[in-house]
């Protein structure tokens, strides 16, 4: 199994460029989440998805766009990429979310907006 | 909504001596559970050991143990016999049983053990 896969692994936008962070999982989990991460913040939840065709707002949501088509995918979206958006990105699976299992997390894409 | 507050910034450990990280926690859940996370400086975010609300016995793995006091709302982490692989960002996380699915975290510990 490759895991979590993220990619890109570093993007570097201008203001007002749109993009697509990806990620897949290939262990057939239920649950997928996006976060950032900041210096001095830790992690916080962009978007996350109970399962394909659901999906619901996290902490942060504000700029960024997610779908779940199938099981294995769960692409965010930058529409109009702001300096503020400057940050890393994690992607993150778990088998259910009933009980809570452990989260497996992507290795991260790191993007700077000019 | 879930708060996780992690009060250090940053610690320092010999190598070989034991180390506790704190973390305290709002909710209004019964049911829900704990988490420390590990970040190396290679980004990549590794569970390090998890805890279960309604268990009353504190979780252990290996060298790493929590204090878990349900009524006071903390979740604190000893690392014993540190050793050099052990530096890493640490974060608390808290996650509710019920309907709310998100995963909240603290703003993390910076760990450095020194040889």
């Known amino acids: 199994n490759a895991g979590v896969t993220q990619t890109p692994k570093f993007q570097v936008l201008k203001t007002g460029q749109s993009m697509t962070l990806q990620c897949a999982q290939d262990m057939n989990h239920e649950y997928m989440s996006w976060y950032r991460q900041d210096p001095g913040m830790g992690l916080r939840l962009i978007h996350y998805?109970?399962?394909?065709?659901?999906?619901d707002q996290g902490e942060v949501p504000n700029g960024y766009n997610v779908s779940r088509s199938t099981t294995e995918d769960f692409p965010l979206r930058l529409l109009s990429a702001a300096p503020s958006q400057t940050s890393v990105y994690f992607c993150?699976?778990?088998?259910?979310?009933?009980?809570?299992?452990?989260?497996?997390f992507g290795p991260g894409t790191r993007l700077t907006v000019l | 909504a879930q708060t996780v507050t992690q009060s250090q910034p940053e610690m320092s450990v010999q190598e070989a001596e034991t180390v506790t990280l704190s973390c305290t926690y709002d909710?209004?859940?019964?049911?829900?559970?704990l988490f420390w996370y590990k970040q190396p400086p290679s980004r990549q975010m590794i569970l390090v050991i998890r805890?279960?609300?309604?268990?009353?016995q504190n979780a252990t793995e290996n060298r790493f143990s929590v204090n878990f006091q349900k009524a006071a709302k903390s979740f604190s982490l000893k690392i014993s016999d540190s050793q050099l692989g052990d530096t890493a960002m640490y974060f608390c996380a808290h996650y509710s049983g019920g309907s709310n699915y998100k995963l909240t975290f603290g703003k993390g510990t910076l760990l450095t053990v020194n040889p």
């Open positions: 998805s109970v399962g394909a065709g659901i999906t």
């Open positions: 909710t209004s859940e019964s049911n829900y559970y």
């Open positions: 805890q279960e609300a309604y268990k009353q």
């Open positions: 993150a699976s778990s088998y259910s979310v009933r009980g809570h299992n452990e989260q497996f």
